[in-house]
């Protein structure tokens, strides 16, 4: 039984909401790291304007970020321990 326009019409907007979250949520990554396009940070800053979810899902992603990088320091090693550790990933693969 086919549903009726009015209750596929009420359907459309709800559908429309998911497939904006999901896209957003793949573009999490690239948005926090600076790496989306223009077209696509316009898209994610629209949608979590509108979005109580996606936007709590953006802030806690932007700060376990932000502490994550905060505790890491870069440490530069030997040329010949960065070597050693590319034999061994060859050898294994």
């Known amino acids: 039984m086919e549903p009726k326009f009015t209750e596929a019409y009420q359907e459309a907007p709800e559908e429309a909401q998911t497939a904006n979250c999901e896209r957003t949520a793949h573009m999490l990554d690239m948005i926090i790291d600076g790496e ?4 696509d940070q316009q898209f994610f800053n629209s949608h979590i304007e509108e979005c109580v979810s996606c936007f709590e899902s953006h802030q806690k992603q932007k700060l376990l970020k932000g502490l994550i990088s905060g505790h890491l320091q870069r440490v530069i090693v030997p040329e010949s321990l960065a070597h050693s550790i590319k034999v061994k990933i060859q050898e294994t693969v």
Request: charged letters at 25%; zero cysteines; glycine letters at 0%.
């Open 36 to 39: 989306a396009t223009p077209e």
